[in-house]
Structures are given as C-alpha cells and as structure tokens.
C-alpha cells in the first residue's frame, strides 16, 4: 500500500523518524519509548522532534532498565496498544532477551491465538562506526533462531521507512535493526506519504548472470562495490538484500542462484552460528544441483567486535568480497 505524494530526498535515520512521525499522527494507539528517546530525541536522533509534536504520554523516556521497560511494552502491546520500544545498541539487549523470547514471541502461541504481541523494537547494530565496546555488536542470528518473532533489516532510506511502517502495523512482534553505519552515509528520494513494504520480500539491487552475492544492512554497500569492482573483471554478479532476516525469502535466493550456479553471502556478524549458514542451508536444499562451485562466505571473525584501531580489519571489505567472488568463478 502507498499514498502518492511527493518525494524528498532522506537518510536512513531520517526515513525511521519520518515512519514513527507518521504512525504516531494516524494511530493513537502508538507509543515510543526507551532511553534518551524523548527529551535529546535518541542517542542518533532518530526521535528528534517527537515528543515535542506529541507529548510524554505517546514519546515515554524511560529509565536504564532494557528488561523493564521491554517487559512494559510487551504488557501494553497485550492491553492493545503498538508500542515501538528504541533500544540504544543491539548489543544493549540481552538484559530484555528473557522478555522478548519467553514472552513476545511466545505469547500467541502460548494463548492459542487469542493474544498477539504487536511490539516493534528497533535497535541500531553493527561497527564501522568507532563506538565503543558493546555499541557494535551484529548478533541478528541470536534471534533468529525462535519462531514467533519476526527480524527486520534494512538498507536503504526507502525500505527503512516502509518496513518500519508495516513493522509497525505487524501484529506480532518485530525486531527492527537498523545499521548504525548507514545512518547518513547516503541519501534517496523517498516518498512523503505512508507507505509499506512486505515483510519477508528480498529485495535485487542489482542484475547479473556470473554469481549471486547476498548481504543485508550494511553489508549491501559492500557488496554492491564488490559487485562493481567484478564487473571492471568481465564478471557479472546479481546482488541480493535480504530486508528480511526471519523469515528468509528463499525464493528470491533459489531464483538467483538457479540462475547463476554460484553464491557468495556477506555478512558483519561472527561466521560461527551467523545467519550465513542458514542461507547456506537453503541454497543446498533448493538449489544443490545447481550450483558450479561451493558457496563462499565472507563473515566477521570469531571473536568479539575490536576496539577502533581493528575495528577496519574485523569487519568485510569489498576487497574481501571481490576475492570470494573470484574464487567461486575460478573453480
């Protein structure tokens, strides 16, 4: 669903205050709350401006507490509201972790259908940013792994803003990440109106037929560059956004990768237990038969996210993509 309207040109962080401004106006029944939210407008601004528009009942600052103010939001999303809960840093969640995997994602389960737990929580992830220890953390695959909650991604300005809307409107509970790294790194013309993107719908960036490179969040940028740089090589990659990380589009994974015979997939996070192998799983389940090469994977590294003169060699590179990309064609 889209209202036309006209267009203005947004960062990312800028499309996720435009999307709560929006949902707060329509729906009464849309609260935002979490550290530093209302009076500094959150920690990147991402609230800027709310609670001056709608007040401290609807832009709650709460105290530092992530398990206590989770566990209220997950009691007012049960009275029948949609409250969209900012955590700081992703790596600021695991006091709710409890909350959100024995209560949000159970909770219709656990009543047969008779409550849902419509909650948003957004939480900025990733490094490249200098922040320090537990500021950079990528553990989308902690969460992932429970059924009941669904794991948002986005990219791009465009897709931050309409998967936050129908985040919003979701009546189960999101976990919406938001890569702190390209909070302003770009703009894009998005739309002034409401509108949604699906969520669960995989997004192609870019068309190739030579190898199927898939990323998500930040890792996009990256692998579009690699993507460039393989193209000055006579190699031409398809590029992949997942937006979706639970549940997985696999039909648009199985499409490209059917159709170029080798896959390489990006991910920031550690590679043991990380999201890629997943993926991985479900290119050998669909696609087997397909493939010329073993899918490559390129991964941060096993070991907590380094401090800042590090931080640049933990995480992937379109060098180290290009590379993936060339072993998969050279085999």
Known sequence: MITEVGTKSL???QAVNDALRIMLKEREDVIVLGEDVGKNGGVFRATDGLLEEFGEQRVIDTPLSEAGFTGAAIGMA???????????????IYPAYEQIMTHAARMRSRTRGHFAVPLVIRAPYGAGV?????????????????????VVCPASPYDAKGLLIAAIEDPDPVLFLEPMRSYRAFREDVSEGKYTIEIGKGKKWREGDDVTVIAWGAMVPVAMKAAEEAEKKGIDADVIDLRTLYPLDKDIIAESVQKTGRAVIVQEAHATGGLANDILAVINDTSFFYQHAPVERVTGFDVPVPFFAYEDD?????????????????F
Do not use: C, N, W
Request: glycine share 8%.
């Open 11 to 13: 960062t990312l962080v």
């Open 314 to 330: 933990y995480l992937p590179t379109p060098a180290r993509v290009l590379r993936a990309i060339e072993k998969v064609m050279s």
């Open 78 to 92: 049960l009275g029948g509201f949609r409250p969209v809960v900012e955590i700081q840093f992703l790596g600021f």
């Open 130 to 150: 200098r922040a320090p220890e537990i500021h950079s953390d990528s553990t989308e695959a902690l969460f992932t792994h429970m059924p009941g909650i669904k």
